[in-house]
């Protein structure tokens, strides 16, 4: 079954410590792998969509990678602002119009 | 530019209750989707409108589930009777493309708790 699975499950940075976030999914012929942001009690927001191997997107502090396999979102010198969940997404392998999400990452950012 | 509204945010009924939630999409997207993330789970798809047409609903999870885009408008989700399982959140999302390539605008989601 195709999936998306994201690691680690939580990350508590102190504030300037930088870090990296993974994707790995198994879906095949990917068409498109995507970001988002979520803030608690708030619906995800859009952050990048990644075509192909050696992409790179890149927004403030954040930057997202790609491979074949898996896909790193870097957070260099994160601030407490930053904290919130990420979530990775890909492509239904049929659908254009449809995603699958991962259970994504909670990361907290301490002053 | 307002965003995705959804309403209520939280609701919380009785197993065997009817619950109905809204999404008001983006004015002037003609793809409205809904989401659902159950405690522990990942988001998951439910269904695709495309204007009031059902593009997709291969997500919902089964009959007592009900969809609707009058107008191609706003949507409802009929839950009719409500289930313990289908506690979680309902996320609506809506976009200008039919494709995720560009990013989908989410709603802040409906809790809805079943007791």
């Known amino acids: 079954e195709d999936q998306v699975t994201q690691s680690p499950e939580a990350l508590r940075l102190q504030e300037g410590e930088s870090s990296s976030l993974n994707c790995s999914y198994t879906v095949s012929g990917l068409r498109g792998l995507f970001w988002y942001r979520q803030d608690p009690g708030k619906g995800p927001e859009f952050l990048f969509t990644?075509?192909?191997a050696g992409e790179e997107k890149e927004k403030e502090r954040l930057k997202a990678t790609l491979t074949k396999k898996e896909s790193f979102l870097h957070i260099t010198a994160p601030k407490p602002e930053d904290s919130a969940t990420y979530l990775c997404?890909?492509?239904?392998?049929?659908?254009?119009?449809?995603?699958?999400f991962g259970k994504g990452t909670r990361l907290h950012i301490l002053p | 530019e307002a965003g995705v509204t959804q309403f209520p945010s939280h609701s919380v009924i009785e197993k065997g209750q009817t619950v109905t939630l809204r999404c008001d999409p983006i004015?002037?997207?003609?793809?409205l989707y809904w989401y659902r993330r159950v405690m522990g789970k990942e988001i998951k798809f439910l269904l695709h409108?495309?204007?009031?047409?059902?593009?997709?609903e291969s997500g919902m999870p089964n009959n007592r589930f009900l969809a609707e885009r009058t107008g191609g408008t706003y949507s409802t989700l009929k839950v009719q009777p409500a289930e313990l399982e289908d506690s979680g959140v309902y996320f609506c999302?809506?976009?200008?493309?039919?494709?995720?390539?560009?990013?989908?605008?989410f709603g802040s989601g409906t809790r809805l708790t079943v007791v």
């Open positions: 004015s002037g997207h003609d793809n």
């Open positions: 997404a890909v492509h239904h392998p049929n659908r254009d119009d449809k995603i699958i």
């Open positions: 409108f495309v204007k009031e047409s059902k593009q997709d």
């Open positions: 990644l075509y192909s």
């Open positions: 999302a809506s976009s200008q493309e039919g494709t995720a390539n560009y990013g989908y605008t």
